[in-house]
């Protein structure tokens, strides 16, 4: 490769629905300004590295040979997916711990402090760029509960005001309101 701006690969996409947590796996999708692609998938090693595997090219330009997608991947992006998402994974955790509450598994009729729902959908928010496909199941993993009640709680969330409905078929779309970040910011769970 010799064109700098044909080699410079941006990832485009991730998905990804835990990290770093047993076999925590990512997809990836990269591309460069030529349109090239790329699509791999990253795991980490019991040994504490990134393994990458089932790597997909699409490369259109001529400079670029697939056998180049080793390098690119290793040189280029496999740095900026770990950064990214130990990072995203790191507010994960914080927020599980604290969605994680007794106060949640009450009998019916017991109300919840309204600062769960806005905590909810906080972590809706969070979790959206990276698991948007699967957000209500990564949601029910977090808080520790069904997938029935996790659907119910962020219906809960909705009626309440700390989430957008993001409309029929559209999943992992809804939005966290101002609503749900003042109430968090007075009971002090953020500083965002």
């Not at 997909?56 to 001529?62: G, I, L």
């Not at 770990?82 to 009729?109: A, C, F, M, V, Y």
């Not at 806005?118 to 699967?134: D, F, G, I, Q, T």
């Amino acid at each position: 490769m010799q064109n700098p701006e044909i080699e410079y690969f941006s990832i485009t996409e991730i998905f990804c629905k835990e990290w770093r947590i047993g076999c925590g796996i990512a997809d990836v999708w990269a591309s460069n300004y030529m349109g090239d692609n790329l699509a791999f998938s990253v795991a980490w090693h019991p040994d504490d590295f990134l393994v990458e595997y089932n790597v997909e090219v699409n490369f259109y330009s001529p400079e670029l040979m697939p056998y180049e997608a080793d390098d690119i991947i290793a040189n280029q992006l496999i740095g900026e997916v770990e950064k990214t998402l130990g990072d995203w994974w790191k507010e994960i955790t914080k927020l599980r711990k604290q969605i994680t509450s007794p106060n949640w598994h009450l009998l019916p009729g017991f109300t919840v402090d309204e600062s769960y729902y806005a905590l909810l959908a906080y972590l809706y928010e969070v979790r959206k760029p990276y698991s948007s496909r699967h957000i209500t199941e990564c949601l029910a993993s977090d808080m520790s509960c069904s997938l029935g009640a996790a659907k119910e709680r962020i219906r809960k969330a909705r009626d309440k005001g700390f989430l957008t409905s993001p409309g029929k078929g559209l999943v992992g779309q809804g939005e966290v309101t101002t609503k749900a970040i003042n109430v968090l910011r007075k009971e002090g769970l953020i500083n965002a």
